[in-house]
């Protein structure tokens, strides 16, 4: 399964290492992460170096092409919100976001709240709480 994984490049990346996890553990089940690049830390500057609208339609391609939208939103940035959006109104696929539950309050309620039927919102203080959800949501 081809993912697009999201997680902020401008904002809040306290939460780096649970990203890493994740794209780890997606890779390790077989899966292709094609914005695995996120989580290194160099993202800002590797996407800072190039154009802007560069950027921009690199990440719809592969908004495009992916099987699923998964992010960790726990440092919610504009992006993270315009492809959680992208994904749910202009295609048919399916969106995971996981957050901690302790940043809950800095998240917009417009994704703590998300009720769209093809998105799952999951909270989280540990790692092994979001292996299940990305099991399901890979399986």
Same mark, same amino acid.
């Given at each position: 399964?081809?993912?697009?994984? &999201?997680?902020? /490049?401008?904002?809040?990346?306290?939460?780096?290492? =649970? *990203? @890493?996890?994740?794209?780890?553990? #997606? +890779?390790?089940? &077989?899966?292709? /992460?094609?914005?695995?690049?996120?989580?290194?830390? =160099? *993202? @800002?500057?590797?996407?800072?170096? #190039? +154009?802007?609208?560069?950027?921009?339609?690199?990440?719809?391609?592969?908004?495009?092409?992916?099987?699923?939208?998964?992010?960790?939103?726990?440092?919610?940035?504009?992006?993270?919100?315009?492809?959680?959006?992208?994904?749910?109104?202009?295609?048919?696929?399916?969106?995971?976001?996981?957050?901690?539950?302790?940043?809950?309050?800095?998240?917009?309620?417009?994704?703590?709240?998300?009720?769209?039927?093809?998105?799952?919102?999951?909270?989280?203080?540990?790692?092994?709480?979001?292996?299940?959800?990305?099991?399901?949501?890979?399986?």
């Amino acid at each position: 399964m081809k993912i697009y994984f &999201g997680f902020t /490049v401008a904002g809040d990346r306290s939460t780096v290492e =649970t *990203a @890493r996890c994740i794209v780890a553990w #997606l +890779e390790d089940a &077989g899966h292709v /992460v094609v914005t695995r690049h996120l989580v290194s830390d =160099t *993202a @800002r500057e590797a996407d800072r170096a #190039l +154009e802007a609208s560069a950027v921009y339609e690199r990440d719809m391609r592969w908004l495009a092409e992916c099987d699923v939208f998964i992010a960790e939103v726990s440092g919610s940035s504009f992006g993270l919100g315009y492809e959680a959006g992208y994904v749910l109104g202009a295609s048919e696929k399916r969106a995971v976001l996981f957050y901690r539950r302790d940043a809950a309050e800095r998240i917009s309620l417009l994704i703590t709240g998300n009720t769209h039927p093809r998105c799952t919102v999951k909270g989280y203080t540990t790692f092994e709480e979001i292996v299940e959800t990305l099991a399901t949501a890979t399986g």
